[in-house]
């Protein structure tokens, strides 16, 4: 009777039990003789006082509960259990308790969701204070459990729940950690099997675990064993951050390239590829070329569809546009070099209406648009205007473009 009238005396004398110290708490929790319902009774009161400082005293409580756990001998126990183990994790992550991470740990590998008996709440809660804590030592337990959790698909409806209660806990706490290695599980968890607001809360979490992800979304378009539909995803999430400009530009440059580098046989592969490419072509004409490599890489975008059987004439499009935006000496020079080729089909003979003469167009409109001072792209639009080998549309075309650059 001892324990109840503690109780008893522990809810009527309100808030003046909070002036005595920490360790009165933990001492009559530690009472042997409670139940494990009479120490949630205990939980409960203290937790509905809304009182600060009391980390040492969740954590106590923690250290007596983990021991019973494997031992819990009914359901009333482990229902009384589950419950206090809650309310203990909430408090730690309210005191941001660092000390507790080992035993935290505890509840999650015993409540974890691969046992069939777990319905995640204990095991989401666990996790959750992992991250409020700053459990940084247990990253890459985390990390390992999520990217287990990706790749376990299931279509029973219960398996679903039980997983994704944790996963919730598992991407919180990476999210809180804000370490660059949570990013990727978290990304896979945007785009996994998970229910819709799952995976909006992962694409949500993405952009707080880091600022800029440049580095870490760049290794994962290179990442050979990533499938192209993964390496789209990859570039457009990197879009979507607040990151610096500079940065976008180098993801940019690294699919761009990269859209180049890999080879699939797959149709919807390369369909991916091309829209990683473009995307990659626009982001560079806003944001500038990263390095010299983008040159390379445009040049690529432009000849390699010119000389394809199956032309993608956006891409041709995208890639003379940006030239044309970026207006450094080395993209003038490319449209130099493509205006002189269409030069040179046009006066051979070489001449298609669709692909040639709609190149032509959006090379003289680049020319025109970049405001280059150059000589030879002046000398050659004035011959063009001046040529018989041309309509007159086609003339006006160069005559246009000589006005635009001030000619």
């Not at 999210?175 to 607001?197: C, K, M, N, Q, T």
């Not at 648009?369 to 004035?382: E, F, I």
Request: net charge neutral.
């Amino acid at each position: 009777m001892k324990q109840f009238k503690f109780i008893i005396l522990f809810c009527f004398t309100g808030m003046t039990i909070f002036a005595q110290s920490v360790s009165y708490y933990i001492e009559e929790y530690n009472n042997p003789a409670l139940t494990h319902m009479q120490r949630l009774e205990m939980l409960e009161i203290v937790q509905g006082y809304g009182e600060t400082g009391l980390g040492e005293f969740y954590h106590n409580a923690l250290k007596i509960l983990n021991p019973k756990l494997p031992d819990l001998g009914n359901r009333e126990d482990r229902e009384a259990a589950e419950v206090s183990a809650r309310i203990i994790c909430q408090g730690l992550a309210a005191e941001k308790y660092t000390a507790a991470a080992n035993d935290v740990w505890y509840l999650v590998q015993f409540f974890d969701v691969v046992k069939g008996i777990n319905d995640g709440f204990v095991m989401q809660e666990a996790l959750i204070t992992m991250g409020q804590i700053g459990a940084n030592n247990y990253l890459v337990n985390i990390v390992r459990w999520l990217d287990d959790m990706n790749t376990r698909e299931t279509s029973d409806s219960e398996s679903r729940r039980r997983i994704q209660r944790a996963v919730v806990g598992a991407i919180s706490a990476l999210e809180a950690l804000h370490h660059p290695d949570g990013f990727r599980p978290v990304f896979f968890a945007h785009i996994g099997w998970y229910d819709p607001s799952i995976k909006a809360m992962a694409s949500s979490a993405m952009i707080n675990i880091l600022e800029d992800p440049g580095e870490v979304i760049s290794k994962m378009i290179q990442d050979p064993s990533n499938s192209p539909s993964i390496k789209l995803i990859a570039l457009e999430s990197m879009l979507r951050t607040n990151a610096p400009n500079e940065s976008k530009a180098k993801v940019a440059a690294v699919a761009l390239a990269t859209g180049w580098n890999y080879s699939t046989s797959s149709l919807p592969g390369r369909r991916d590829l091309a829209e990683m490419r473009k995307s990659a072509i626009m982001t560079i004409g806003k944001l500038g070329a990263a390095d010299n490599s983008v040159y390379t890489n445009l040049d690529k975008s432009y000849n390699n569809n010119f000389i394809s059987t199956v032309t993608d004439y956006d891409e041709i499009r995208v890639t003379l546009e940006t030239l044309s935006l970026i207006k450094t000496d080395e993209a003038v020079n490319l449209l130099l070099k493509y205006l002189r080729d269409l030069n040179h089909r046009r006066r051979t003979g070489s001449w298609g209406v669709l692909k040639e003469r709609q190149s032509f167009n959006w090379v003289i409109a680049g020319l025109g648009a970049s405001g280059t001072q150059s000589m030879d792209v002046r000398m050659l639009l004035s011959s063009i205007q001046r040529s018989q080998d041309y309509t007159g549309a086609e003339q006006n075309w160069a005559r246009d473009a000589l006005k635009q650059l001030g000619y």
